[in-house]
């Protein structure tokens, strides 16, 4: 079994990478939008190989991989 964190295109994601998202993506339970082409930098790898953590200001917000490319 693969548990390796993978982005949207098979390339392999660590801790403190930078990732550009690939759409828009509405954050639940807020009026954030995050735009297509933002750059998340330092993210931290979950429990998940499907999913990320990443601050953005104040708030940390749990991403999906199949939304993200390696920046």
Do not use: F, W
Request: charged share 35%.
């Amino acid at each position: 079994m693969d548990d390796e964190t993978k982005d949207s295109n098979g390339a392999a994601l660590k801790d403190g990478d930078s990732v550009q998202l690939i759409r828009d993506l509405k954050v639940k339970n807020s009026s954030l939008n995050l735009k297509r082409g933002s750059v998340m930098k330092n993210i931290r790898l979950t429990h998940d190989p499907e999913e990320i953590e990443v601050r953005d200001g104040k708030s940390t917000l749990v991403l999906k991989t199949c939304y993200l490319k390696k920046a």
